[in-house]
């Protein structure tokens, strides 16, 4: 599985907009890109995740570039829930069984009032 | 979203003992995963745990170490065997659902003396 680079922290703004990048030039034409995050040592939370179009859901928005060699998450109106780590995550999953999640060190996303 | 429900939530065990931490899921499910999460750390995968199957271990997992039981599509054990203070971690199970996307416990934090 393709390897990522994510900036060790950030910070944000409460009500701003959170943008939190993540390098995979590495990823195969198979391969999906995952976001998580983990909320003070909690279990990951599942965020979005894509192939290669842009998805949104009730969480989030994720950006992925042509190339795919690069994506960006986005929350649109950070909260101080939000405060967490944020795991980007390339991984090629098999249907119904998944895939081998390979986590890196993520960012540690800090939303200050 | 699956309901993922890890026992123990935590505990303090003596160096030579076994804890087995079980996890139980709240629908059928094909594959699950166990991973650890060390003090300070990202998450990293132990093993693989697919019903009717062996287990299939990362490389640096051993069964005689982790012994992972998957008796039903619903219920998996890992067991941490003879302790050492170095296995202090969160333990967390993982279950992938439709959509391919995996859902996580809460963990289990296990600390050795």
């Known amino acids: 599985d393709a390897k990522t680079t994510q900036p060790p922290s950030m910070d944000c703004a409460e009500g701003r907009a959170a943008n939190l990048p993540c390098n995979h030039s590495t990823i195969s034409g198979n391969e999906y890109v995952y976001w998580y995050r983990q909320i003070h040592s909690q279990g990951p939370q599942y965020i979005i995740h894509?192939?290669?179009n842009n998805e949104t859901n009730e969480m989030a928005s994720l950006i992925i570039t042509e190339d795919r060699k690069s994506s960006t998450l986005i929350l649109p109106h950070a909260t101080l829930r939000d405060t967490a780590v944020y795991y980007c995550?390339?991984?090629?999953?098999?249907?119904?069984?998944?895939?081998?999640?390979?986590f890196g060190q993520g960012t540690e996303l800090s939303v200050k009032p | 979203s699956a309901v993922i429900s890890q026992k123990p939530s935590r505990d303090i065990c003596q160096r030579g003992t076994s804890l087995t931490i079980q996890c139980q899921v709240d629908?059928?499910?094909?594959?699950m995963f166990w991973y650890r999460q060390q003090p300070g750390q990202s998450l990293t995968l132990i093993a693989t745990a697919n019903q009717g199957s062996e287990a299939t271990y990362e490389s640096g997992f051993v069964i005689d170490k982790f012994p992972i039981s998957r008796p039903n599509l619903t219920f998996s054990t890992l067991t941490v065997s003879n302790m050492s203070p170095e296995d202090s971690s969160i333990y967390l199970c993982?279950?992938?659902?439709?959509?391919?996307?995996?859902?996580f416990g809460a963990g289990t934090r296990l600390s050795v003396l």
């Open positions: 894509g192939l290669k």
């Open positions: 995550i390339v991984c090629r999953t098999i249907y119904n069984q998944g895939g081998k999640l390979i």
């Open positions: 993982s279950v992938v659902y439709p959509m391919d996307i995996q859902y």
């Open positions: 629908s059928q499910v094909t594959m």
